[in-house]
T-cell receptor
Framework: AQKITQTQPGMFVQEKEAVTLDCTYDTSDQSYGLFWYKQPSSGEMIFLIYQGSYDEQNATEGRYSLNFQKARKSANLVISASQLGDSAMYFCAMREGLHGNKLVFGAGTILRVKS | NAGVTQTPKFQVLKTGQSMTLQCAQDMNHNSMYWYRQDPGMGLRLIYYSASEGTTDKGEVPNGYNVSRLNKREFSLRLESAAPSQTSVYFC?????????????FGEGSWLTVV
């Protein structure tokens, strides 16, 4: 069964607007971690944000926030005030166990920011 | 701040040739990983090493071998390359108490097998 599902292969957003990238996950563990990574055209994987399963508040890092809905098993990434430099591939990932060793990735969402 | 360094960045191999991808991290991390990235598949774990001296298979280990040479270095070897191994390979590392339990990636190695 797919552990991480990103249903949006591609998204467009107007510059300065907010955009939500969807991610749902499947696990029977009580302890897990959720991650978002950005991959620009240059190819490197850039860590954006992390949410632990026991964290009660949604994680935020600058313009990035993670909308964590545990009962729905969703961990959507919200990017506020989009910039042209946000155009990239975005991956949602999950690690089962707070200190587990395996990070499982979704297929990714390509985001294009329009000027 | 080098972080995770992997070499080579680009390589073209003929079917049946062997090669080793090198990875080194300077963050004193215990765990290291090798992933491959294929279009529409996200990243898939090939092998990982939870600590120096240990290695374990991930989702897609067939056709690969690994060596955790020391705490810093984790290499990935293709003994007899096949076109199906054409991919982008990422090395990554994670510290025991990394901030936010973050896994850090190298810049990727583009491998083409013809």
């Amino acid at each position: 069964a797919q552990k991480i599902t990103q249903t949006q292969p591609g998204m467009f957003v107007q510059e300065k607007e907010a955009v939500t990238l969807d991610c749902t996950y499947d696990t029977s563990d009580q302890s897990y971690g959720l991650f978002w990574y950005k991959q620009p055209s240059s190819g490197e994987m850039i860590f954006l944000i992390y949410q632990g399963s026991y964290d009660e508040q949604n994680a935020t890092e600058g313009r990035y926030s993670l909308n964590f809905q545990k009962a729905r098993k969703s961990a959507n990434l919200v990017i506020s005030a989009s910039q042209l430099g946000d155009s990239a591939m975005y991956f949602c990932a999950m690690r089962e166990g707070l200190h587990g060793n395996k990070l499982v990735f979704g297929a990714g969402t390509i985001l294009r920011v329009k000027s | 701040n080098a972080g995770v360094t992997q070499t080579p960045k680009f390589q073209v191999l003929k079917t049946g040739q062997s090669m080793t991808l090198q990875c080194a991290q300077d963050m004193n991390h215990n765990s290291m990983y090798w992933y491959r990235q294929d279009p529409g598949m996200g990243l898939r774990l090939i092998y990982y090493s939870a600590s120096e001296g240990t290695t374990d298979k991930g989702e897609v280990p067939n056709g690969y071998n690994v060596s955790r040479l020391n705490k810093r270095e984790f290499s990935l070897r293709l003994e007899s390359a096949a076109p199906s191994q054409t991919s982008v390979y990422f090395c990554a590392s994670k510290g025991l108490l990394s901030s936010g339990n973050t896994i850090y990636f190298g810049e990727g190695s583009w491998l083409t097998v013809v």
